[in-house]
């Protein structure tokens, strides 16, 4: 049986085969949890239809959610409701900033708009979406997990606004594993290395990154999305019953190098 046998999960995020939470939900899928998903527009319900359907998973569990509307937010919980009598586990797998706030420099390209937008969509998503599923998942050794990166903490070429907004984001992992605790809910974020997945494939440089990412990774490669998602599996299961409020590196090391040489400096 699997370390997550009886859990039900709620997985928002999924865009393609590659994406973070399409190995989140495999992981899961094989540890025996039980999961529905949502979906950002009509256009991606048939491939999170497909994901849902080739993990054996009821694909009547398929809601469609754009994390910028309340209403929608609120609406997936409820229909939620309506087949499981709770919620053990929601992740969160969502970034989203207007592409040309990922080009040039800081104050070249930041821009009001562009950071309300990825504020909106990439942090307050999450405080949104746990406020709403906090009925659902109080009182059952529930977890949240969400998806961060290391230029929350410290600067990343062109990641520029996105950078605040993973700052915000793990910032809202602390104070709603505080807020949330005494209900019996776990809050923690992974965050991941780079992975070319849809959102990443359209950055300009985003090779350049990789090719970094293995000079400078004690691992000496990049990190899959199968890792990530056992990593998450672990994370929301009863195995991490003692952790909360934390951010955990899967990134093969890169984050813990304070300098990188080349093989000939
Ligand atoms: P992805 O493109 O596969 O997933 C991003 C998801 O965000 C998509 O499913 C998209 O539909 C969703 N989304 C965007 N705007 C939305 C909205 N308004 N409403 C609902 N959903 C919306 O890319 P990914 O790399 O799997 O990203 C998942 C998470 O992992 C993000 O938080 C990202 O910042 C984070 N992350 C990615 C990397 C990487 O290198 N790929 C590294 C660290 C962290
Ligand atoms: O969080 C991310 C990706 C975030 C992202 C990507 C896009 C591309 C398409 C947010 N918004 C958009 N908007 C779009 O229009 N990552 C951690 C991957 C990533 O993105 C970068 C990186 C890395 C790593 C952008 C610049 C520099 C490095």
């Known amino acids: 049986m699997g370390f997550m046998a009886g859990k039900k999960a709620l997985i928002v995020g999924v865009a393609s085969d590659r994406s973070i939470a399409t190995g989140i939900a495999e992981a899961f899928a094989r ?11 009509d256009k991606l319900r048939g491939r999170v239809e497909k994901l849902s359907d080739r993990l054996g998973q009821n694909t009547d569990l398929l809601f469609q959610c754009d994390v910028t509307s309340d209403e929608e937010i609120d609406a997936v919980f409820a229909e939620l409701g309506k087949h499981w009598d709770g919620l053990d586990v929601l992740v969160h797998s969502v970034g989203f900033a207007p592409r040309d ?9 930041i821009t009001r708009e562009g950071y309300a937008i990825s504020h909106d ?35 990343v070429p062109n990641y520029n606004v996105m950078g605040l907004a993973k700052a ?3 910032a809202c992992v602390r104070f709603l594993a505080a807020d949330l605790g005494p209900e019996g809910i776990r809050v923690n974020a992974i965050s991941a290395g780079a992975v070319k997945t849809l959102a990443a494939a359209g950055i300009g440089g985003f090779r350049k990154m990789q090719n970094y990412a ?4 004690p691992l ?4 899959t999305i199968e ?13 991490a019953s003692g952790i909360t409020g934390e951010t955990t590196f899967v990134d093969a090391g890169v984050n813990i190098m304070g300098m990188v040489f080349d093989e000939d400096d």
Do not use: H, W
Not at 101 to 109: C, I, K, R, W
Not at 214 to 217: D, I, Q, Y
């Open 31 to 41: 540890e025996g949890a039980e999961i529905a998903f949502t979906y950002q527009t």
């Open 101 to 109: 706030q990922l080009a040039g420099g800081f104050t070249e390209s």
């Open 220 to 223: 000496r490669r990049t990190v």
């Open 214 to 217: 293995v000079k400078a990774a």
């Open 121 to 155: 969509i990439s942090a307050y998503s999450l405080a949104a979406l746990a406020k709403s599923a906090q009925p659902m998942m109080t009182g059952r050794d529930a977890a949240i997990l969400a998806l961060t990166y290391d230029a929350a903490v410290k600067v």
């Open 168 to 170: 915000s984001l793990e």
């Open 227 to 239: 890792e990530i998602g056992n990593t998450a599996a672990f994370l929301c299961s009863d195995l």
